[in-house]
Structures are given as C-alpha cells and as structure tokens.
C-alpha cells in the first residue's frame, strides 16, 4: 500500500523558512518523479514544484521559484521542500504526490499545514 | 503558462441527472489531462487520465471525452457520494497547471 506521510508544517512570520518533508513507502521511491501541490484555504489545487525520479532536474511554478527548493533522498525514500522568503499568500496546506513520466498523481499524501502569518 | 479554464464553478444537481464538466487549455495539451474529485478535508482522487482513461476502482457512471483544448468529465447518474469538488489538471507542460474547480452541489 502506498503510504505517503508529509510534516514539518507550522506557524511561521512572513519571510520566515520552513522544511517540509514527505516520507514515502509502498513502491520503489527512486524510480518514480514526485510532486509537491499546494491548496490554500478554501481554495483549488495549486502545483508547487517538481522533481525526477533521480534529483537531477526540478521544475517550479513561477510564484515560488527562488524561494523554494526542492531536492530528494532516494537512500531515505524521502522528499523535501525548502521553503524561504515565506509570504501570507504561501498558506496552505501541502501534499506530495507520486507520478511517473506522465505528471498526474494517483496517490496523494494526507497534507501538511503551513501557515505564515505575524 | 498553461491556463485551465474549468465551467461552470458551481452546478446544482439531483441524484440521477446527469451531469457534465468542461474544462479549456489555453493552447492544445493534446491528450494530457486528468480529473479528480474532492471532498471536504480530503486529499484529491484520481478519477480519468490521458483525458479518457478511468482510474482503477472508480465507478463507470465516471467518464472523459476531448483532446486538444476542450475537455469533458460525465457523470451519467449523479449519485448521493458524487456531490463534490472536480479538477482537471494538464500535464503536458510544466508548470502543471490545474483548473479552477467545479463544485457539485445538491439541488
């Protein structure tokens, strides 16, 4: 079964940072791509940021790129987004997301919330 | 960037009618769309990709037509666990993008 576990979601000042991490179980993590997709309160879904089953190239919405990183550790089976610079229009809550080649997403965490406010 | 236009943003419904979703890309994604469906709290679900492909598991009333830059989800028979929240999302080109969402209401 797959399982996927974010966390690291808090309460943090604008252009505070934060690490989100995704621990991921139940397939072989190195060899699928992964996702982070973002849903602010009462909002629709919002792609964040990419990366491919190696680490070796990563995408990003243009609302977050040079402030957010994402990279990958395949001998943990885990991901993580960086995220700095934070804005109140980051507020979210986050899910990563599994895909192969083909970028959509059968199976999704359950979310981490991330809340920037002073 | 490409733009997902989904219509209507809210649509009232009875159980049994059928109900249909479209969704627009601003230029042509070909086949590579997907659909999912939310509940309140919930993590999305994968429903349809490649634009008409049904996800194991979810029910026939479920289906997708279109290619290019107009889309459709059907719901032949709404049923009572069908009132929620529909997205498309194309996947032809980063970044991935996602429409706006449908809401299905009870009428």
């Known amino acids: 079964e797959v399982q996927l576990l974010e966390s690291g979601g808090g309460l943090v000042q604008p252009g505070g940072s934060l690490r989100l991490s995704c621990a991921a179980s139940?397939?072989?993590?190195?060899?699928?791509?992964m996702s982070w997709v973002r849903q602010a309160p009462g909002k629709g879904l919002d792609w964040v940021s990419g990366i491919n089953y190696s680490g070796g190239s990563t995408y990003y919405a243009d609302s977050v790129k040079g402030r957010f990183t994402i990279s990958r550790d395949n001998s943990k089976n885990t991901l993580y987004l960086q995220l700095n610079s934070l804005r109140a229009d980051d507020t979210a809550v986050y899910y990563c997301?599994?895909?192969?080649?083909?970028?959509?997403?059968?199976?999704w965490g359950q979310g981490t919330l991330v809340t920037v406010s002073s | 960037d490409i733009q997902m236009t989904q219509s209507p943003s809210t649509l009232s419904a009875s159980v049994g009618d059928r109900v249909t979703i479209t969704c627009r890309a601003s230029q042509t994604i070909r086949s590579w769309l997907a659909w999912y469906q939310q509940k309140p709290g919930k993590a999305p679900k994968l429903l349809i990709y490649m634009a008409s492909s049904l996800e194991g598991g979810v029910p026939l009333r479920f289906s997708g037509s279109g290619s290019g830059t107009e889309f459709t989800l059907t719901i032949s028979s709404l049923q009572p666990e069908d009132f929620a929240t529909y997205y498309c999302q194309q996947y032809d080109t980063y970044p991935i993008t996602f429409g706006g969402g449908t809401k299905v209401e009870i009428k």
């Open positions: 139940g397939f072989t993590f190195s060899t699928y791509a």
């Open positions: 997301a599994p895909s192969t080649s083909a970028t959509y997403f059968h199976h």
